[in-house]
Every structure is written in C-alpha cells, then in structure tokens.
C-alpha cells in the first residue's frame, strides 16, 4: 500500500473483505490483472481508479456490441442481402481467378 510492504505491525494491512467494501469483486480482479505476475501490487486509490476506467472501458464496448446486435437482422430475409453489380462484378473475377490458378 504507497509503496510499503502491507503488513499487520505497520498497521496498512487491508483485508479482502475490506476491500470490497470499496470496490466491486471485479474491480479487484481487473486491479490484479494490470500487473504481471513477478511486479509488486500496489494497490491505492490510483491503482482502483484505473481498474475502474478499464472496467467502464470494457462497459462501453460490450454494450455498443449489444446495440449493433440487436439493431440488426439476424434472421428472415432482412438478414441477406443481395449484391450490387461492383460485388457481383468482384465475385466473377475471383472466381476467374480461382479457375486459372486451379488449371495452372
């Protein structure tokens, strides 16, 4: 904790329930992710405050994920769409392409 070694004589010692007073159990989590395995963890207000900004970071994302797929069709015939002329164009001279480098 700032730097010091957490231990019950220095009197900065904090338990895991104390910490989730403060903090959700994924807030923890994400806290001990943000550090490799050999680094020390120091936890303070800092370290919580960016486990927090990663959290709402990974929020954010999952729910415009969950808009985009509710916003569109993922099934019936609004889920197929037909292709334009440049795609159909593109598609045949891929297929082409297929042809000739099979036939080399």
């Known amino acids: 904790i700032a730097g010091c070694k957490m231990s019950k004589s220095l009197k900065n010692f904090i338990t895991i329930q104390e910490a989730l007073k ?3 159990a994924r807030q923890l989590r ?6 490799a395995w050999k ?3 120091d936890y303070s207000d800092n370290t919580m405050e960016l486990a927090k900004s990663y959290e709402k970071t990974v929020n954010e994302f999952f729910l415009i994920v969950k808009h985009y797929m509710r916003s569109s069709p993922s099934n019936g015939v609004a889920a197929f769409s037909k292709w334009t002329n440049e795609e159909l164009e593109l598609n045949n001279k891929l297929e ?3 042809g000739n480098i099979h036939k080399a």
């Open 39 to 41: 680094d020390t963890l």
């Open 30 to 35: 994400i806290a001990f992710l943000l550090h």
């Open 96 to 98: 082409t392409a297929r």
């Open 22 to 24: 403060k903090n959700s």
